[in-house]
Structures are given as structure tokens and as C-alpha cells.
């Protein structure tokens, strides 16, 4: 497993930009696909986007398609989630995970060994 911290969470208008990290601590990210979860209140965990460190392909959830990018950033170890035109129902907690290979099943939160502690994004209307 991998500890993941993430940061970046907060406050902001419909229509703002907020920009979230996720960072390893104690090793790369080398070989490792990771994704970004997300928590509405009273509903399960969704799929928000995922990415394969080694080669770089990403996917996105059709909600955030065109809003949303995950990158990764070799020198900080991070993988980074910028989110543009926020909507009030992005409102969520918002989780990094990781897990060793690449999979199809990328989108299933059940593929995720390693998870970081959640950070919130609240969009106001």
C-alpha cells in the first residue's frame, strides 16, 4: 500500500476553479494506476478520473468530461486534479487512491488498495 495525502479542497463560487494534489509518501508512483473518488452526502463513492502513471492515459467520468483534468507532475510526485467550471453538484468529499498495474476496471473503487484521507470541496450557487 501507499500513503496518500491530498490537499487543495475548499470553498468556491459555481463557475470557479479549484486545483487538487495527491502526494506519496515514500515512494514514485512508477507503474501505478491512480484515481480520484468522490463522495456526495447520503450517496456511494463515484468515479471522478483516473490515470496510469507510466504511460499516461487518463479517463474521466462523463460528469466532469471537458471540465475536469488529471495530470501527474514527475518531480513533486503528484498527481493533480484541476477542476474548472465547478458546479454546486461537484459538492463532495474528494478522495485519491492508487493501485499497482493497469486495469480496465479503472472507474470501480473496489480496484483501489490505497487511499488518501479525503479533502472537501464545497461549490456554492
Known amino acids: 500500500q501507499v500513503q496518500l495525502v491530498e490537499s487543495g479542497g475548499g470553498l468556491v463560487q459555481a463557475g470557479g476553479s479549484l486545483r487538487l494534489s495527491c502526494v506519496a509518501s515514500?515512494?514514485?508512483?512508477?507503474?501505478?494506476?491512480m484515481g480520484w473518488f468522490r463522495q456526495r452526502p447520503g450517496n456511494e463513492r463515484e468515479f471522478v478520473a483516473a490515470i496510469w502513471w507510466t504511460g499516461g492515459y487518463t479517463n474521466y467520468a462523463d460528469s466532469v468530461k471537458g471540465r475536469f483534468t488529471i495530470s501527474r507532475d514527475y518531480a513533486k510526485n503528484t498527481v493533480n486534479l484541476q477542476m474548472n467550471s465547478l458546479k454546486p453538484e461537484d459538492t463532495a468529499v474528494y478522495y485519491c487512491a492508487a493501485t499497482f498495474g493497469l486495469s480496465a476496471r479503472y472507474a470501480s473503487s473496489h480496484l483501489y488498495d490505497s487511499w488518501g484521507q479525503g479533502t472537501q470541496v464545497t461549490v456554492s450557487s
Open positions: 515514500g515512494r514514485t508512483f512508477g507503474g501505478y494506476t
